[in-house]
């Protein structure tokens, strides 16, 4: 069974940092593109961050631009949204999620939400001004 778990969720004041982790078992998702989505209150799922498999292609959506920074370790299975300069605009559930289908494009990366196969249970962030 395919889990994705995040964890490093919760209360910071603006301006602060946080650094959420997403950690995979069941199958490796080392040739796979990694995601970060978030649900804000009342608003739709949004697209936050992306990475290529081999971690040489990002993508981010232009909010979290020089703020949030995407990355992974292949070998733990594991990709990491750090997120600094935090606004209260940022408060959301924040869902990390995997494309289901191996690539060979080793910089090929997607924002689309229906390439994604794989979602975490989500973590809260709550960011106060």
């Known amino acids: 069974q395919v889990q994705l778990v995040e964890s490093g969720g919760g209360l910071v004041q603006a301006g602060g940092s946080l650094r959420l982790s997403c950690a995979a078992s069941g199958r490796t998702f080392s040739r796979n593109v990694m995601g970060w989505f978030r649900r804000a209150p009342a608003k739709e799922r949004e697209f936050v961050a992306a990475?290529?498999?081999?971690?040489?292609?990002?993508r981010y959506t232009d909010s979290v631009k020089g703020r949030f920074t995407i990355s992974r370790d292949n070998a733990k299975n594991t990709v990491y949204l750090q997120m600094n300069g935090l606004k209260p605009e940022d408060t959301a559930v924040y869902y990390c999620?995997?494309?289901?289908?191996?690539?060979?494009?080793?910089?090929?990366?997607?924002?689309?939400?229906?390439?994604?196969?794989?979602w975490g249970q989500g973590t809260q962030v709550t960011v106060s001004s």
């Open positions: 990475l290529s498999w081999s971690g040489g292609s990002t």
């Open positions: 999620a995997a494309d289901g289908v191996s690539r060979r494009n080793s910089i090929y990366v997607t924002a689309d939400v229906t390439q994604y196969d794989y």
